[in-house]
C-alpha cells in the first residue's frame, strides 16, 4: 500500500516538474477593437483561447467623454451570474477610467474559471451589448 502511494506522489512530482513557469503571453482583449459595445467577446475568447496561467488580459476603452459611453470590467461571482448578466456579488476589477492609455491589465492567477464582463447600467452592456465573456486558464506545461 505505501509503496502505491510512493508511486502516485512520484508521478505527481514528475507531471509537475514537466510544467514549467515559461513565458507568459498578453492579449488585448478584443484584439484592435478593444474593450466596446457590441463586439461578441465570448467568441474572441473562444477564437484566441486557450489562455495560460500568468497571461496578461489587456482591457483597453476609452475614458468617459461627451461622445462615448463608459465602460469597466467587473469579475462575476459565478456561471449562472455570468449567463444572467447577474451584477450585484459582481467585484469591480477596473472602473471607466482605467482602460485609457495602455488599459487595464488582469494577470490570470488562478486555475479557476474568470467571469468577465461590463458592469454599466446596472449590466446593460453586458446583456444587450454582449460585453461579457468567460476564460479558465490552464497550467503552461513545457514542450520538448
Not at 1 to 29: E, G, N, P, R, W
Request: hydrophobic share 40%; proline share 6%; glycine share 10%.
Amino acid at each position: 500500500m505505501a509503496i502505491k502511494y510512493a508511486h502516485q506522489i512520484l508521478f505527481f512530482l514528475i507531471v509537475v516538474s514537466l510544467c514549467a513557469i515559461t513565458q507568459a503571453d498578453t492579449t488585448v482583449v478584443g484584439d484592435d477593437q478593444g474593450w466596446r459595445f457590441g463586439f461578441n467577446y465570448a467568441e474572441w475568447a473562444i477564437q484566441n483561447g486557450p489562455f495560460y496561467l500568468n497571461d496578461t488580459l489587456v482591457f483597453k476603452y476609452d475614458p468617459p467623454n461627451g461622445t462615448t459611453f463608459p465602460h469597466s470590467v467587473y469579475l462575476l461571482h459565478d456561471y449562472w451570474s455570468y449567463l444572467r448578466c447577474d451584477m450585484r456579488r459582481a467585484k469591480l476589477v477596473a472602473n471607466p477610467i482605467k482602460g485609457g492609455g495602455e488599459g487595464f491589465k488582469f494577470v490570470l492567477k488562478k486555475w479557476q474559471p474568470h467571469y468577465f464582463a461590463c458592469g454599466e447600467r446596472g449590466g446593460f452592456h453586458c446583456r444587450i451589448g454582449l460585453m461579457k465573456f468567460v476564460v479558465t486558464p490552464f497550467p503552461r506545461c513545457q514542450t520538448w
